[in-house]
C-alpha cells in the first residue's frame, strides 16, 4: 500500500460504513462527487473494482472486502476517531439499530445510558420496527430479531430468551367462565397481531397455545395489544418484561401456559469485521447477559404477575 492515501482509505471506509455516496459525504462533511473521485483514486491506485454499483447503494467487491480489515488497522493506527474520548466536529459515526418494540422500550430504558457514555463518538439511530428490513439494502447495521438468519453474507447470534404468558385484568377474568385449561379459552375474546402482518414466526403466539383460538381485536404493535389488555378487552400474549410492572395485570393458566422466545443479534460479516462494531456487539451481549433474568419469569414465581 506504499502508493496510498491514507485520506483515499477514509473515504473507502466511509462508503463501507453507509453504503452510499451521499451519506457517505455527509459523514465526512464533504460532497459526494468529492466522496466518487476518491473512490475512483483508490481503485485505479490498486488497479482493482472495490464497489458493486448499483441502485440500492456500493456493496464491496471481494477485493474491497479484503482492503477492509488493513485500512481499519490503519485507522487504529492514526487514533482518528477513539471512542472513548469526547467526540471532536464532525466525527460522530452514525449506527442505526432495528428491534422489535419491546425491545427497544427495554434498550431505551435500561441499557441505551451506559451505550452512549461507552460510545460517545456515535450517532445512533434507534427503529423499532413493525416488519423485516431489507439486510441486503443495508436499512439497519444491526438487527436484533426473533429468528436467526441462516442464509447470505450475515451472522446471527443468540442474545437472551425471554418468556410470554396469557395476560388479562382481574376485573375480566372475574366476568369470565373458570379456566381450567387451553380448551377452555376457544370462546373468549383475545388480543393479538394482524395475520397477514406477523412478520416473524415466533410472533404466531396464539396458535401455539391453541389452532382455535383467533384474535378478534387486533393491533400490529404490541404496546397497543398491551393497551387493550390493560383496559379490559380481552386476554392477550405477552412478554413478562413488559407486563409484570402492571399490577392490575394477573396471568391465566401461568402453570399451563409458558412461551419462551429468543432476541438474536444479526449483522453483515462485513460490518462485523470493523472493532467498533465489534465493541458494539459486545456491549450489547454482556448488557443482556446481566438482565436476563429481568426478562424470564422464574418457573416459581408466585404472584400475579
Known sequence: MANLSWDDLQFFLAVVREGQLSRAARHLGTSHVTVSRRID?????????????????YEPTPAGQRLIEAAERMEEAAGLIPLEQSAAPGQARPLRLAMPEGFGSLFSTHLLPAFIARFPLISLELITMPQVLSLSRREADISI????????????ERLVDYTLHLYATQAHLRSLPPIAGPEDLRQLRFIGYIEEMIFAPGLDYLGEIHPAIRASVKSSS?????AAVRNGLGIGVLPWYVAAKYPELQIVLPDRVRLTRTYWLTCHRDLRM???VRAVIGFLSASLAERGHELSRPPDHAGPG
Open 222 to 226: 404490541i404496546f397497543n395489544q398491551l
Open 41 to 57: 483514486r483508490l481503485e485505479q491506485a490498486l488497479n482493482t473494482r472495490l464497489f458493486e454499483r448499483n441502485p440500492r447503494g
Open 274 to 276: 470493523m472493532q467498533w
Open 145 to 156: 430479531t426473533l429468528d436467526p438468519v441462516t442464509s447470505g453474507p450475515y451472522r446471527s
